[in-house]
């Protein structure tokens, strides 16, 4: 599959890239069904063509303050080690490619971004944090302990 070839969307008002390789759809979620017992950032489950997706809140995974949603929320769908997942996106603006490519990230981004943007992907001038679904469907590292 093409390399420069990328999604393109918005979370939590910050531009954002992933590789179109990782994606599987881009949907637009019916009801979502709080679940007990999972971390703050596991929205719930949705269907999806007679599918079970896990539905993941980026925002609230890096921010931890949950996303405000419509009654049709916007997702990326992708799968991660046999399991489909839905990741909650406030848009998507194209997929296409990027002929630039992934550049490194030069200077200082937000701390809360800085675990889960990998590289830069430029797209009409105007740079993306490149991310990678897997890293928002394992479970947050434990929080250090004081001593």
């Given at each position: 599959?093409?390399?420069?070839?990328?999604?393109?969307?918005?979370?939590?008002?910050?531009?954002?890239?992933?590789?179109?390789?990782?994606?599987?759809?881009?949907?637009?979620?019916?009801?979502?069904?709080?679940i007990q017992r999972v971390p703050a950032h596991v929205r719930g489950l949705a269907a999806l063509r007679s599918r079970v997706l896990t539905v993941i809140d980026i925002e609230s995974r890096i921010f931890g303050k949950s996303m405000a949603v419509s009654e049709r929320p916007l997702a990326?769908?992708?799968?991660?080690?046999?399991?489909?997942?839905?990741?909650?996106?406030?848009?998507?603006?194209?997929?296409?490619?990027?002929?630039?490519?992934?550049?490194?990230?030069?200077?200082?981004?937000?701390?809360?971004?800085?675990?889960?943007?990998?590289?830069?992907?430029?797209?009409?001038?105007?740079?993306?944090?490149?991310?990678?679904?897997?890293?928002?469907?394992?479970?947050?590292?434990?929080?250090?302990?004081?001593?």
């Amino acid at each position: 599959m093409n390399d420069k070839l990328f999604l393109f969307a918005t979370i939590a008002g910050t531009p954002v890239a992933i590789r179109a390789n990782e994606i599987e759809a881009v949907v637009r979620l019916g009801d979502i069904v709080p679940i007990q017992r999972v971390p703050a950032h596991v929205r719930g489950l949705a269907a999806l063509r007679s599918r079970v997706l896990t539905v993941i809140d980026i925002e609230s995974r890096i921010f931890g303050k949950s996303m405000a949603v419509s009654e049709r929320p916007l997702a990326v769908v992708s799968e991660v080690a046999a399991h489909t997942y839905g990741l909650l996106v406030e848009t998507v603006s194209d997929i296409c490619e990027a002929p630039e490519g992934v550049q490194p990230i030069q200077g200082r981004i937000d701390k809360a971004w800085a675990a889960f943007a990998t590289a830069l992907v430029e797209r009409e001038g105007r740079s993306h944090l490149l991310l990678s679904v897997s890293d928002f469907v394992s479970a947050p590292a434990p929080a250090a302990k004081a001593a």
